[in-house]
Protein backbone atom coordinates (compact mmCIF):
# COMPACT_ATOMS: atom_id res chain seq x y z
CA UNK A 1 0.00 0.00 0.00
CA UNK A 2 1.41 3.67 -0.59
CA UNK A 3 2.14 5.66 2.18
CA UNK A 4 -0.47 8.02 1.35
CA UNK A 5 -3.15 5.23 1.78
CA UNK A 6 -1.12 4.73 5.33
CA UNK A 7 -1.01 8.39 6.14
CA UNK A 8 -5.29 8.55 5.84
CA UNK A 9 -5.39 5.09 7.48
CA UNK A 10 -3.50 6.56 10.66
CA UNK A 11 -5.47 10.12 10.61
CA UNK A 12 -8.54 8.36 10.83
CA UNK A 13 -7.57 5.81 13.55
CA UNK A 14 -5.77 8.06 15.68
CA UNK A 15 -8.97 10.10 16.20
CA UNK A 16 -10.40 7.35 17.96
CA UNK A 17 -8.50 6.78 20.90
CA UNK A 18 -7.63 10.57 21.66
CA UNK A 19 -11.43 11.48 21.89
CA UNK A 20 -11.83 8.21 23.68
CA UNK A 21 -9.46 8.25 26.40
CA UNK A 22 -10.62 11.82 27.02
CA UNK A 23 -14.10 11.27 27.18
CA UNK A 24 -13.42 8.43 29.46
CA UNK A 25 -10.99 10.76 31.92
CA UNK A 26 -13.82 13.04 32.11
CA UNK A 27 -16.74 10.22 32.70
CA UNK A 28 -14.63 9.07 35.39
CA UNK A 29 -13.97 12.27 37.21
CA UNK A 30 -17.58 13.15 36.53
CA UNK A 31 -18.43 10.15 38.75
CA UNK A 32 -16.13 10.63 41.19
CA UNK A 33 -17.03 14.19 41.76
CA UNK A 34 -20.40 14.49 41.24
CA UNK A 35 -22.67 13.58 44.24
CA UNK A 36 -24.92 10.56 43.44
CA UNK A 37 -29.01 10.52 43.00
CA UNK A 38 -30.79 8.73 45.51
CA UNK A 39 -30.58 5.28 43.11
CA UNK A 40 -27.07 5.50 43.12
CA UNK A 41 -27.56 4.97 39.61
CA UNK A 42 -25.25 8.44 38.51
CA UNK A 43 -22.04 7.53 39.41
CA UNK A 44 -22.18 4.11 38.71
CA UNK A 45 -23.57 5.61 34.65
CA UNK A 46 -20.30 7.76 34.68
CA UNK A 47 -18.31 5.00 35.56
CA UNK A 48 -19.66 2.48 33.28
CA UNK A 49 -19.22 5.25 30.55
CA UNK A 50 -15.64 5.79 31.97
CA UNK A 51 -14.94 1.94 31.82
CA UNK A 52 -16.33 1.07 28.02
CA UNK A 53 -14.42 4.35 26.92
CA UNK A 54 -11.14 3.68 28.04
CA UNK A 55 -11.40 0.08 26.56
CA UNK A 56 -12.81 0.62 22.98
CA UNK A 57 -10.22 3.76 22.89
CA UNK A 58 -6.83 0.99 24.20
CA UNK A 59 -8.59 -1.52 20.97
CA UNK A 60 -8.94 1.95 18.36
CA UNK A 61 -5.07 2.50 19.91
CA UNK A 62 -3.81 -0.60 18.25
CA UNK A 63 -4.63 0.46 14.90
CA UNK A 64 -3.50 3.66 15.14
CA UNK A 65 0.25 2.53 16.59
CA UNK A 66 0.14 -0.68 13.86
CA UNK A 67 -0.78 2.33 10.76
CA UNK A 68 1.67 4.92 12.38
CA UNK A 69 4.91 2.41 12.84
CA UNK A 70 4.42 1.75 8.51
CA UNK A 71 3.85 5.24 7.99
CA UNK A 72 7.31 5.72 9.74
CA UNK A 73 9.03 2.68 8.38
CA UNK A 74 9.20 1.65 12.01
CA UNK A 75 10.79 3.97 13.00
CA UNK A 76 10.03 3.63 17.35
CA UNK A 77 11.88 7.61 17.77
CA UNK A 78 12.94 9.54 14.98
CA UNK A 79 13.85 13.14 14.64
CA UNK A 80 12.21 16.47 15.33
CA UNK A 81 8.35 16.62 14.96
CA UNK A 82 8.26 12.85 15.12
CA UNK A 83 10.78 12.23 18.10
CA UNK A 84 8.40 14.69 20.05
CA UNK A 85 5.27 12.86 18.91
CA UNK A 86 6.86 9.35 19.66
CA UNK A 87 8.02 10.91 23.46
CA UNK A 88 4.32 11.59 24.28
CA UNK A 89 2.95 8.32 22.49
CA UNK A 90 5.16 6.01 23.87
CA UNK A 91 4.06 6.55 27.31
CA UNK A 92 0.45 7.69 26.62
CA UNK A 93 0.08 3.95 25.12
CA UNK A 94 2.05 1.92 27.93
CA UNK A 95 -0.38 4.23 30.54
CA UNK A 96 -3.79 3.64 28.15
CA UNK A 97 -3.03 -0.11 27.92
CA UNK A 98 -2.58 -0.39 31.44
CA UNK A 99 -5.38 1.35 32.27
CA UNK A 100 -8.05 -0.76 30.25
CA UNK A 101 -6.15 -3.80 31.47
CA UNK A 102 -6.75 -2.74 35.09
CA UNK A 103 -10.60 -1.74 34.65
CA UNK A 104 -11.29 -4.95 32.75
CA UNK A 105 -9.87 -7.07 36.08
CA UNK A 106 -11.15 -5.00 38.64
CA UNK A 107 -14.49 -3.71 36.77
CA UNK A 108 -16.28 -1.78 39.87
CA UNK A 109 -14.38 -3.24 42.56
CA UNK A 110 -11.87 -0.47 43.01
CA UNK A 111 -10.79 0.53 46.68
CA UNK A 112 -10.79 4.26 46.77
CA UNK A 113 -7.79 4.82 46.98
CA UNK A 114 -7.16 2.27 43.81
CA UNK A 115 -9.88 4.55 41.62
CA UNK A 116 -8.42 7.90 43.00
CA UNK A 117 -5.03 6.15 41.54
CA UNK A 118 -6.74 5.20 38.15
CA UNK A 119 -8.18 8.93 37.64
CA UNK A 120 -4.98 9.99 38.02
CA UNK A 121 -3.09 7.77 35.31
CA UNK A 122 -6.15 8.76 33.42
CA UNK A 123 -5.70 12.13 33.29
CA UNK A 124 -1.79 11.77 32.78
CA UNK A 125 -2.82 9.75 29.79
CA UNK A 126 -5.27 12.33 28.25
CA UNK A 127 -2.80 15.28 28.56
CA UNK A 128 -0.09 12.37 27.01
CA UNK A 129 -2.18 11.74 24.14
CA UNK A 130 -3.01 15.38 23.83
CA UNK A 131 0.64 16.32 23.53
CA UNK A 132 1.22 13.24 21.34
CA UNK A 133 -1.84 14.29 18.87
CA UNK A 134 -0.40 17.64 19.03
CA UNK A 135 2.74 16.69 17.47
CA UNK A 136 1.49 14.50 14.81
CA UNK A 137 -0.47 17.30 13.42
CA UNK A 138 2.86 19.02 13.50
CA UNK A 139 4.61 16.56 11.54
CA UNK A 140 1.59 16.86 9.03
CA UNK A 141 2.22 20.57 9.14
CA UNK A 142 6.22 20.49 8.56
CA UNK A 143 5.94 18.30 5.39
Known amino acids: MSNVLWAKMHGGTTHFPIALVM ?31 IVL ?36 FGLLIGLAVWRLVVRDRASSLGFKIYLAGSMLTAILMAAAGYWGGELLLNR
Open 23 to 53: ASALFDLAGFLLPDNPGKTRRASFQAAGFYT
Open 57 to 92: GALGAFGAVASGLVMSQGQLWGRGSLARHHAFLWPA
